[in-house]
């Protein structure tokens, strides 16, 4: 293993739908339960409750569902380069850092079950609209008797409170509904429809499904537990295997924040575009592993509810 520095206006929607393929989605709301806007999940981010967010952990109902199931056609989906120049004030000077990712940022979001704010990670994925943006489900929706996260922004390669490529706020949330109703880890998995077109300003990684539990990763993510801080990107590096049920393990040990980040096949650190086949789900009770779920079917599934829902 290694590790190191690298660094909606109101409409007649339902506000949360269930998909016979086994996805739900819910419009990103505010604390106060109005439907998001850009604009005021902006401003509910200052940098002071940025830095006072806590790094969210998966909850301890968190179970394996089954054993492994046989693999089916492996599936892959590829990435894509930005198509616009993005030009900032913030982004001039901040170069990039080793194995550091654009496609890779921090997550914050509130707890409407206990009004507290949190941290997680994800990354962007390409697809036809552009707006998609891959989690954990446990930060996206607080998983068996838990309720939709308000106040959802992504924060692409954010480091030391720099936004180079701004604050983009959630659209729409989706999970599996495994994870919603049961809390099922084998299932822990979140699809973010954004507000923009995120794609385009910084590019998306692709998707990989049924890929075997033997794979070469790079997993990107913010952790936020002693000893790390949370303001920086870090990575990990090396081959899955079968931890239980249908998840992957590796060895890896960043802290909860990382929650949520990428494992990518393929990374390419001069692009910062992988194939992303599975996320940071939870730590082992060996602290230098942990989990994320086995990219089946399921995420396909997913990622294809998702898109449809996009505008």
Aim: aromatic residues 10%; proline residues 5%; glycine residues 12%.
């Amino acid at each position: 293993m290694a590790f190191g520095f690298v660094l909606a206006a109101s409409v007649l929607v339902p506000t949360a739908q269930a998909a016979p393929n086994g996805s739900s989605a819910s419009l990103a709301r505010t604390s106060d339960n109005k439907i998001q806007s850009a604009a005021a999940a902006e401003a509910y981010w200052t940098p002071e409750r940025m830095a006072n967010a806590i790094p969210a952990q998966a909850p301890a109902t968190v179970k394996a569902a089954s054993a492994p199931r046989p693999q089916g056609r492996p599936g892959s989906i590829d990435g894509a380069a930005p198509s616009v120049k993005v030009q900032t004030e913030q982004a001039q000077g901040i170069g990039i850092m080793l194995n550091e990712s654009q496609t890779v940022g921090k997550v914050f979001f509130t707890n409407p079950a206990n009004g507290l704010n949190y941290v997680c990670s994800g990354a962007t994925v390409n697809s036809g609209k552009k707006r998609l943006v891959s989690t954990a489900g446990h930060c996206v929706h607080g998983g068996a008797g838990g309720q939709w996260m308000q106040n959802w922004v992504f924060v692409p390669r954010y480091r030391n409170g720099a936004r180079p490529f701004g604050t983009w706020s959630a659209y729409q949330l989706t999970a599996r509904t495994a994870w919603t109703n049961s809390s099922s880890s084998d299932e822990d998995m979140g699809m973010v429809i954004m507000s923009g077109l995120i794609v385009n300003s910084v590019g998306g990684n692709g998707l990989r499904w049924n890929w075997g539990y033997s794979v070469a990763v790079t997993i990107l993510g913010y952790p936020a537990g002693a000893p790390f801080t949370g303001e920086l990107q870090y990575f990990c590096q090396g081959t899955t295997w079968n931890g239980h049920g249908q998840q992957v393990r590796a060895w890896c040990n960043m802290t909860g924040g990382s929650s949520g980040g990428p494992w990518l096949q393929e990374y390419n650190d001069q692009n910062g575009l992988g194939y992303i086949n599975s996320v940071v789900s939870h730590r082992h009770s060996d602290a230098s592993q942990m989990d994320g779920p086995y990219f089946d079917n399921d995420i396909k599934s997913l990622y294809d509810f998702a898109e449809s829902l996009s505008p």
